[in-house]
């Protein structure tokens, strides 16, 4: 007999439809092809939200679709590996994806998203796709950090911990294969950021707005100290934003049935 599976690509047509008939979530993992330090594979932005998508599907009654592995990666254009897309053709792809999945029958339509530069994209996309949604489907995007507390998102992120290739999301890769990751070439790397008076618009203004930008930031890619990964932190990592994705997903549920119909 043929074992369950929450991944919609292992499933044949039919038992998609026997999923439909009493739920209508889909999980649309989203990432990049691109470098993660000289220890990271290419694919750590869809291995760690399809990881994810993997666990949270059964605590929301979801499946998950095949991931959309290549993204919006012009900050990294410079490094080798490098795939990108320009941001129409990624956005045409999200809409196309969400308008298929809707068509099959889904009501629910989460883009999991694990490169923060496609977030935008993938919302705005989401908007133009509107209209060829049937009437209360709604598709939408998370990025899988977005849901996790103040204290979870400062072990794992920030100016001195690090936003890439760093130790979390290095240990997260390693908790899901040990393999793919290359410890030996581990490395610590911030970029030099000079002093400024708010931090975030001015990234925003060096990172979204100029191709090439992490290439000039980061001579090995890595920011952060990957050293000290583990699998042992990496389960942790995947633990904390699974139970967080399962948060926001409430949240995005609620606040949309909160709000009246107009």
Same mark, same amino acid.
């Given at each position: 007999?043929?074992?369950?599976?929450?991944?919609?690509?292992?499933?044949?047509?039919?038992?998609?439809?026997?999923?439909?008939?009493?739920?209508?979530?889909?999980?649309?993992?989203?990432?990049?092809?691109?470098?993660?330090?000289?220890?990271?594979?290419?694919?750590?932005?869809?291995?760690?939200?399809?990881?994810?998508?993997?666990?949270?599907?059964?605590?929301?009654?979801?499946?998950?679709?095949?991931?959309?592995?290549?993204?919006?990666?012009?900050?990294?254009?410079?490094?080798?590996?490098?795939?990108?897309?320009?941001?129409?053709?990624?956005?045409?792809?999200?809409?196309?994806?969400?308008?298929?999945?809707?068509?099959?029958?889904?009501?629910?339509?989460?883009?999991?998203?694990?490169?923060?530069?496609?977030?935008?994209?993938?919302?705005?996309?989401?908007?133009? #796709?509107?209209?060829?949604?049937?009437?209360?489907?709604?598709?939408?995007?998370?990025?899988?950090?977005?849901?996790?507390?103040?204290?979870?998102?400062?072990?794992?992120?920030?100016?001195?911990?690090?936003?890439?290739?760093?130790?979390?999301?290095?240990?997260?890769?390693?908790?899901?294969?040990?393999?793919?990751?290359?410890?030996?070439?581990?490395?610590?790397?911030?970029?030099?950021?000079?002093?400024?008076?708010?931090?975030?618009?001015?990234?925003?203004?060096?990172?979204?707005?100029?191709?090439?930008?992490?290439?000039?930031?980061?001579?090995?890619?890595?920011?952060?100290?990957?050293?000290?990964?583990?699998? #042992?932190?990496?389960?942790?990592?995947?633990?904390?934003?699974?139970?967080?994705?399962?948060?926001?997903?409430?949240?995005?549920?609620?606040?949309?049935? #909160?709000?009246?119909?107009?």
């Amino acid at each position: 007999m043929k074992p369950p599976t929450v991944f919609m690509g292992e499933m044949t047509n039919r038992e998609v439809e026997a999923f439909l008939v009493d739920h209508q979530t889909v999980i649309v993992p989203t990432g990049s092809t691109e470098q993660h330090g000289p220890h990271g594979p290419l694919l750590t932005d869809v291995f760690v939200p399809q990881e994810v998508a993997r666990r949270v599907a059964p605590r929301v009654g979801a499946l998950v679709a095949p991931s959309i592995n290549y993204g919006l990666s012009y900050p990294h254009v410079g490094f080798t590996g490098v795939v990108n897309l320009r941001i129409p053709t990624f956005m045409a792809v999200v809409e196309d994806v969400a308008a298929s999945l809707a068509t099959a029958g889904f009501t629910r339509i989460v883009f999991l998203n694990g490169h923060y530069d496609n977030t935008y994209a993938i919302a705005y996309a989401c908007a133009n #796709a509107a209209d060829r949604l049937p009437a209360g489907v709604r598709a939408f995007p998370i990025n899988y950090w977005d849901g996790m507390t103040a204290d979870e998102a400062g072990e794992f992120f920030g100016p001195t911990t690090g936003l890439h290739a760093n130790r979390g999301e290095t240990s997260a890769v390693m908790a899901i294969n040990p393999d793919l990751v290359d410890l030996d070439h581990a490395n610590a790397e911030l970029p030099p950021f000079p002093a400024v008076t708010n931090a975030p618009a001015v990234h925003t203004a060096f990172f979204f707005s100029t191709p090439g930008s992490v290439h000039r930031a980061s001579q090995s890619g890595t920011w952060g100290d990957a050293r000290e990964a583990s699998v #042992a932190y990496g389960e942790r990592y995947l633990s904390v934003v699974a139970d967080a994705t399962v948060r926001m997903l409430d949240d995005v549920e609620r606040t949309f049935g #909160a709000m009246p119909a107009r």
